[in-house]
């Protein structure tokens, strides 16, 4: 249990946020896939990002974390080791379903497992385009269901239509095309983030983007190279959302991600009224990022919907919270992938937001949102999701009362140090 309370706070400072979830899980798998040193700095060393390193061990390849730079020193997928266990992904999709498609596509044979939730969660999506390119994968549920039996071998290329907008099928189902001897081509109506492509390209692969598909060739050996990952913004979301709802708030946020398969959140505070300055911006090792400041200046609803949905998934929690205080109606639809994500995030976000006394109603696809509401204290519960948790966190500074959290250390997955930095931005109004 966490309590968390404040009395009319106002958010002001600088802040850096932790390194990047989903560039950092790609930064490991494909130093481990290269022959040869991948420096990698600015690693998340959150809860998810440690199977990572773990399952890549377990197969022979050397890691070395100091903080959050990590050398791995790999033979290549070719060489790695038989592990003598099973290998465990923890409550991380991500790994599991991109580690599904290197595995796939290596010599090695071996069982994934996940924690109490992630073993609940769809893995056909990428075992039936892996199975189609010739992968041996059996399991639960039709090999849908974690643990899996992955009999890595020879697979063929692929020219696969993604259903549904995933960066993790995506990825999947490139990485297990780097081995094929021909092109595999993935096409997605809505463009998901771009991670896996990008450092495939610094790795050496060859792979093009042409509109809304990617192709890789087969082939050839990547080899190690440098990675700095920025900070991520789904973490700095939490603190943009809370600086555009107090008023009086500004925070600037240092060296965070600015790509643009990923900056929805931006979009959508800006609709919705917030100030929001780029002060800086480049390209660092393929990446771009930035420092931007959030301030308070307003906030009214918006609607949320199509293509925006996979830029901001990860944040919708925290923009239902917004919602709550805007003035009008705020519709999020589209996103019916947020009921497969850690928990079902729609009736989570709903229910717990409903304990503090807020208007919202859950739909199929989204969420219906009132809003000015005063919101109270209460208890809330986490479901094991660190993006509930963290929307709890951040209630709490809008909430007359505190917000207990129940189960908080699951926040440890993406963001080990939430609390210190919540504490650090929120001040009482003099
Ligand atoms: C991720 C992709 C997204 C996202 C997840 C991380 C990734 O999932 O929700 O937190 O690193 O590829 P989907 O690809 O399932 O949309």
Redesign the pocket.
Known sequence: MKKVAFEQPVLKGEITVPGD??IS??AIMLGSIAKGKTSISGFLDGEDCLRTIDIFRQLGVNIERNGTDVTVESPGMQDWHQPSDNLYAGNS??TA??VLGILAASRITCVLTGDEYLSKRPMN?VSIPLKSMGASIAGEADSNLLPLTITGGALTPIDYEMP????????AILFAGLTTGGQTTVSEETV??D??ERMLEQFGADIQKDGNTVRVTGGRMLSGTDVRVPGDI?SAAFFMAAAAMIKGSSVTFKDVGLNPTRTGILDVLKAMGAKIDILEQSDGLGEPYGTVNISHDGLHATEISGELI?KL??ELPVIALLATQAHGVTVIKDAA?LR??ETDRITAVTTELKKLGAQIEETEDGMIIHGPTPLTGGTLASYGDHRIGMMAGIAALAASGPVVIEDPSCINISYPTFFNDLEKLAFPVK
């Open positions: 979830k989903s899980h790609r999709g991500t379903r991109l999506r549904i907008a995933s960066a993790q099928v995506k990825s998901s983030r991670h896996t789904s996979p998934i990860d992938e497969v994500k």
